[in-house]
Structures are given as structure tokens and as C-alpha cells.
């Protein structure tokens, strides 16, 4: 059959079609909430299993865990997370656990990274593809609302100096390494208060460990300076972002954060990972975490 001069420019215009890679669409950054944002280490303990139930009806695509808040870690309670996460349709993204890796005591710090170790097994038991740490502190600044009042930031103990801090940080961190990749955890950094509190220490202890199981967990309301700038500075080496809410005014500190801004910062960074809520406000949990995500939702779409 003899094809005419119109078959053959369709022809040619879908062999050229299919050369030309079609524009990516961009990832879609999910949301999820802390169980942290329904409890602030006050009173009795928030159900994890309501927050789980709350996430899916407000909208969240995932629900982060913080360690403290779990009644327990029997198999039975464990298994029930994952259940009702599962039956939510829900991500559990990040196990978020505390320890002290600043301490000039080696058995203080041994026993820190045997407590990541657990961790790291937990969160391998509860489905979770990674725990936040921190770096720790000098503890010279006993209360941590007068911690607060100072940004965070502390001076050594009498004797020592922040190189032994970085030093105990990142041997630590590595220890903890061998046990992450086996269990298939990633360890994510926070800029938390303490060792980390400044973009630039953190920034110093990431780059001194080569590892693809370990990142920085992003937290825009833990800067003491200018927050836009720190996520600047952090947002390229982002594996997860925590985002704080204050409504009725913070615990220790309020923040007017601007998150189209910020949002434009991590998309322009190439970040495309989980964002987590974490509401630090007074403003009761049920009407300030719906709140808070609408405005997450239209920042990120």
C-alpha cells in the first residue's frame, strides 16, 4: 500500500515523540504528623493508636513515632502499630529516639549506642526505614527551659572543649552504622539542641561521615538564627523534614514560619522526601494539628 505524504509526517511526528523524554512531573513531597505533636512529655502519655486514627481521618500520609511516647515494646504492642498503620493506609516514616553521645564518660557513651542499637532494631520490627538521633549535649545547663531561653547553645564542661564533643559524635555515630545498614534503618541527624544546635556543626559532623545510611533530619523551628538561612544551608542534605507549628503559642518559644517560603527552599534544593508535623503549640492537639496541616497542604501541595 503506497502511504501518502500525511502518513508519513505522522509517521515521523510519532518516531520524533518517542525520542523526546516527556517532563518529569515533580515528586510529590508527602506529609505526616508526630505522635509528638499530640503530647509534649506532659501528663499521661497520648495514645499512639489515636494519633494513628486521627492522621487518616485529617489527611496524613504517614504517621513518625516518638519512642518515648510508646506504652511499651512487647510483639503485642508493636504488631497493633503496624496493624492499625497498615489498616489506615498509613506510612510509619521515622522512629524518633533521644540519646547523649557528649559525655566524656566512654561507658556513658557506649551505653548511648547500645540504645541506638536497640532503637535501630525496633524500628526494623516496626516497619520503619529510619530513626532520628542526636548528637547530644554538655548537660552544663541543667533545665531545659533555661535551654531554651539560650537557644540552646552551652558551654563545655570545665576541662573539655567542642573538638571532644565532635570527636565522641562521630566515632559514636559510626558504631552505630554497621547496625543501621544490616537492619536497613537510616540514621537521620537533627539539627536538635545541644552539639547541633548551630547549621554549621551539624553541617561539620555530616560531612565527616560517609555513609549512605546516614543523613540530616531537617527541623525548621530548632535554628537559633535566621531559620531560611539554615534550611538553605541543610535542605540539600535532607533525608526527612520535621516542620513545627506553634498555634496558641509555643511550649518555650513561638516562630512565624513562612512554609510557601520554606517549601520553595527544600523544592529548589531537589528535596522530594517526607515532611512530618510537629505541632509544639498550647493550642489543644485537635483543632491545632487539622490546622496545621492545611497550611503544610498548601504549602506543598
Known amino acids: 500500500m503506497e502511504l501518502t ?4 509526517l505522522v509517521s515521523a511526528a510519532g518516531s520524533l515523540a518517542a525520542q523526546v523524554p516527556a517532563t518529569a512531573a515533580p515528586a510529590r513531597i508527602r506529609l505526616a504528623v508526630s505522635t509528638y505533636s ?7 502519655r497520648y495514645p499512639i493508636e489515636k494519633v494513628i486514627e486521627d492522621a487518616a481521618r485529617i489527611g496524613f500520609d504517614g504517621v513518625e513515632i516518638l519512642h518515648r511516647q510508646m506504652r511499651d515494646e512487647s510483639p503485642a504492642y508493636v504488631n497493633e502499630i503496624k496493624r492499625l498503620a497498615f489498616r489506615n493506609s498509613l506510612a510509619l516514616v521515622m522512629l524518633s529516639i533521644h540519646q547523649n553521645f557528649v559525655s566524656p564518660s566512654e561507658e556513658e557513651r557506649r551505653k548511648a549506642i547500645r540504645h541506638t542499637e536497640h532503637c535501630i532494631e525496633l524500628a526494623a520490627r516496626l516497619g520503619i526505614p529510619c530513626i532520628r538521633i542526636n548528637s547530644g549535649r554538655w548537660g552544663t545547663i541543667k533545665s531545659f527551659d533555661e535551654l531554651m531561653k539560650v537557644r540552646g547553645i552551652e558551654p563545655p564542661l570545665p576541662g573539655y572543649t567542642d573538638e571532644d564533643a565532635f570527636k565522641w559524635c562521630i566515632e559514636c555515630i559510626e558504631a552505630c552504622l554497621p547496625a543501621a545498614e544490616k537492619a536497613g534503618v537510616m540514621l537521620a541527624l537533627e539539627n536538635h539542641w545541644g552539639l547541633t544546635t548551630q547549621p554549621e556543626n551539624l553541617l561539620r559532623i555530616y560531612r565527616s561521615i560517609r555513609s549512605p545510611w546516614f543523613g540530616i533530619n531537617l527541623d525548621t ?13 541543610l535542605a540539600p542534605h535532607a533525608i526527612i523534614v520535621q516542620a513545627k507549628t506553634y498555634h496558641g503559642g509555643g511550649e518555650w518559644y513561638t516562630l512565624d514560619l513562612d512554609y510557601k517560603r520554606i517549601a520553595a527552599i527544600l523544592r529548589k534544593a531537589g528535596y522530594s522526601g517526607w515532611v512530618s ?5 498550647k493550642e489543644p ?6 490546622k496545621s496541616y492545611r497550611i503544610l497542604k498548601e504549602a506543598f501541595g
Not at 535554628?223 to 534550611?231: E, K, L, T
Not at 508535623?277 to 503549640?281: I, K
Not at 492537639?285 to 487539622?290: C, E, H, I, Q, R
Request: no cysteine; charged share 30%; net charge negative.
Open 221 to 233: 523551628g530548632n535554628f537559633p538564627d535566621d531559620p531560611y538561612a539554615g534550611i538553605e544551608k
Open 277 to 281: 508535623l510537629e505541632m509544639e503549640g
Open 285 to 290: 492537639a485537635a483543632t491545632a494539628v487539622p
Open 38 to 44: 499530640y503530647w509534649h512529655f506532659r501528663g499521661e
Open 5 to 8: 505524504r500525511r502518513d508519513l
